[in-house]
């Protein structure tokens, strides 16, 4: 038994802790059932719900939720179709979310699935810089090929998907005219 300014008040029959809690015209709550015995606290229920609540809204804040992003091609994919999703690829696993890069096969590629296979395993190589493979890519049934990507740490990840930007020039000084002076 714990009173309202945390001391604690020892072992007591229920009837006496809540004739206790009565008294002081608060309620008595139970903080911890599974305890042996069972951890009891005279207070105010209504603010032990908002404590209960805050304390619960502040553990989803720190939560991370995993995004899955997906990314789809074809055997047939136009190298700059390629390229357009492997950017985007990129720019989801920097952000921090998982990519799964999907490709279905139609028709009469069923039978040259090794295609398939090469243009996964080329995408999960060039974005190796970004993210990992969860697992070799694997086919679903038989006409889809799937693989997920998880994002690198931020420290081991490539800097800039974009690739280095030129250095900008330097200003030039100028004078206490306005005109610019050159060292010559």
Known sequence: MID???EQLGIMAPFEA??????RSLDLVEIS????????????YGKFLYEKDKSERAARKKQKVIVIKEVKFSVTVDEHDYQTKKDRAVRFLGEGDKVKA??????RQ????????EVI????KEVAAYGQADSPPKMLGDRDLNVVLSPLHRDKRAKNPRGSAPPLPEPEEEDADG???SEA
Do not use: W, Y
Request: hydrophobic fraction near 35%; proline fraction near 7%; charged fraction near 35%.
């Open 18 to 23: 809540l004739k206790m809690a009565r008294e």
């Open 179 to 181: 005109e610019e002076t």
């Open 102 to 107: 999907s490709l279905r096969f139609k028709g």
């Open 110 to 117: 069923k039978a040259h699935k090794e295609i398939g296979f």
């Open 33 to 44: 059932p599974n305890a042996v015995p069972p951890v009891c606290r005279i207070q105010d």
């Open 4 to 6: 309202e300014n945390g």
């Open 121 to 124: 395993n080329k995408f999960v």
